[in-house]
């Protein structure tokens, strides 16, 4: 299967233009092509994941990656998906960040001898004259079809500030400057980002003219990306130092039953067939399939040395032997109600929390589990059958454990 069609056999491609043209560069690794990151973090987060993984898959295809961060477009602000207005950040903590995002990408991305571009839009956007700007690219631009735009649409009640209005132009500038400097043809981006990378091939068309060949892509990066890289309790970040190569394994490990097949298609390097195989797991099979998605993702962040010792200590952590090491609460027939305890009850009697309340807000916020499994329904309850199967490990946070037992 060439490199194209197994982007679409994987899920990857939601809306694309010019589909001709991109399946022979990308078959024939002859695309350049560029992603934006804006470091709004000193971390990147597994939000980014989707993006990280497609320039690897194509690198290795032979086409040729440009990272671009949004040193530039980050002092503005992004508002796609946003109900309000992003934070101010100096220049200093935006080039401290884009040095960290730099660090994370090479794990991906391979930049020696130019097989791939490290580009900073800074470069290009800070130095632009206002008065020049506007003369230049204000004319390519039709408010009425800017505010036609989902991303602006959707903070028009709340309100829009002229600082993020001018986010699309500064992204399309962005395709404009590579186009020429780079040679960069082709763009990819989340589906909130279709109309400001359509934006950027418009601006090539009315500058640059007809004959200019320019393309978008749009793959579904940040509505899938933002789905899989937040948890209710925040984001899991690529730092180890944010987010452990352990918890990092564990929330992949922990992932819908329904999610599993879809990110080991979306996120992973196996091998479709392999993948297919999965189709009819179940049960059992399922917790198979997602210990090893979380294998594989957190070598790819953090190696296979990490991925392994991870792997080990998550099996490890709810084994029988090692359960019995576990601090122990156990409750008898006057802890239940109606022959069941429920969560909120299971947390407080283990000591876990300290209130009824205080065990809903942890439950709310994805905090807690059983035997490593999250629990998100604060309604959940066991009945002592469930608690005397096997050994019944309750958790809290990353480092709060309690084995329960249960006598009658």
Request: aromatic share 10%; net charge negative; glycine share 8%.
């Amino acid at each position: 299967m060439k490199v194209y069609e197994e982007l679409q056999a994987r899920g990857l491609i939601a809306q694309i233009t010019n589909e001709e043209e991109v399946r022979e560069l990308i078959n024939n690794g002859k695309a350049t092509f560029y992603i934006g990151f804006d470091p709004t973090a000193d971390s990147l987060h597994v939000g980014h994941f989707m993006a990280l993984s497609l320039m690897k898959r194509l690198q290795m295809a032979g086409n040729r990656p440009i990272a671009l961060i949004g040193g530039g477009t980050a002092m503005v602000g992004d508002p796609s998906g946003r109900t309000d207005m992003r934070q101010m950040m100096t220049q200093e903590t935006i080039e401290h960040n884009g040095e960290c995002f730099k660090k994370q990408m090479a794990r991906f991305v391979d930049f020696s001898d130019g097989k791939a571009l490290l580009i900073n839009n800074a470069e290009w956007l800070l130095d632009l004259n206002y008065v020049n700007l506007l003369r230049e690219v204000g004319t390519c631009f039709s408010v009425n079809t800017m505010l036609r735009a989902e991303c602006y649409k959707q903070r028009m009640e709340k309100g829009l500030s002229f600082l993020e209005f001018n986010y699309m132009i500064m992204q399309s500038y962005d395709f404009y400057e590579l186009y020429q400097r780079y040679g960069c043809s082709m763009q990819f981006g989340g589906d909130d980002q279709w109309s400001n990378m359509l934006g950027g091939t418009e601006l090539i068309r009315r500058k640059l003219g007809k004959s200019a060949y320019a393309m978008t892509i749009t793959l579904l990066l940040n509505s899938e990306g933002k789905k899989m890289g937040k948890t209710q309790s925040g984001a899991v970040w690529l730092d180890p130092n944010k987010t452990s190569p352990f918890d990092f394994y564990q929330y992949w490990r922990n992932v819908a039953d329904d999610d599993v097949l879809r990110c080991l298609r979306m996120l992973t390097f196996l091998p479709l067939e392999q993948i297919d195989e999965m189709d009819s797991w179940e049960g059992s099979q399922l917790n198979t399939a997602k210990e090893i998605l979380a294998f594989e993702l957190t070598k790819l962040v953090h190696g296979e040395e990490e991925a392994t010792k991870a792997q080990e200590g998550a099996r490890a952590l709810f084994s029988r032997g090692n359960a019995v090491d576990m601090p122990t609460t156990e409750i008898s027939e006057a802890d239940l109600t109606d022959g069941r305890i429920d969560i909120l009850g299971l947390l407080v009697a283990s000591g876990l929390c300290s209130s009824r309340g205080d065990a809903r807000r942890n439950v709310q916020q994805g905090g807690v589990s059983v035997n490593g499994e999250k629990v998100t329904d604060i309604a959940a309850s066991y009945l002592p059958e469930d608690i005397q199967a096997e050994d019944f490990v309750l958790r809290r946070g990353k480092k709060n454990y309690c084995k329960i037992t249960f006598e009658g």
